[in-house]
């Protein structure tokens, strides 16, 4: 089983986040707030049957609709980010992200 770190990161300031794997809700969150001196409102670990899969990250109030395609891995870190026009910004990495 893989594991997936979702990373929300800056520019939330109380959205409600949805993610889905592969059409299935897996993780609601109602108001996510970014902590400016660290740059991120918090770390969700998921795990991941084996395979690939497709991830859907909805902010919406923001209308907006990631989303992203997983390949298999063991571990994987994925930074979302909510940009100055409301789009989804995101960063696929192997290694964690750091923080202050």
């Given at each position: ?21 592969d059409g299935k809700t ?63 910004i995101a960063r696929i ?8």
């Amino acid at each position: 089983m893989a594991v997936l770190h979702v990373h929300l990161q800056d520019g939330f300031s109380g959205e409600p986040v949805t993610i889905r794997l592969d059409g299935k809700t897996i993780a609601e969150h109602s108001a996510v707030r970014t902590r400016p001196q660290l740059g991120l409102a918090e770390i969700i670990p998921l795990e991941l049957p084996a395979g690939s899969h497709t991830l859907e990250v909805q902010v919406p109030t923001h209308t907006q609709l990631e989303s992203i395609s997983l390949g298999p891995s063991q571990e994987l870190h994925l930074g979302l980010s909510l940009g100055p026009d409301g789009g989804l910004i995101a960063r696929i990495s192997e290694s964690p992200f750091g923080y202050v």
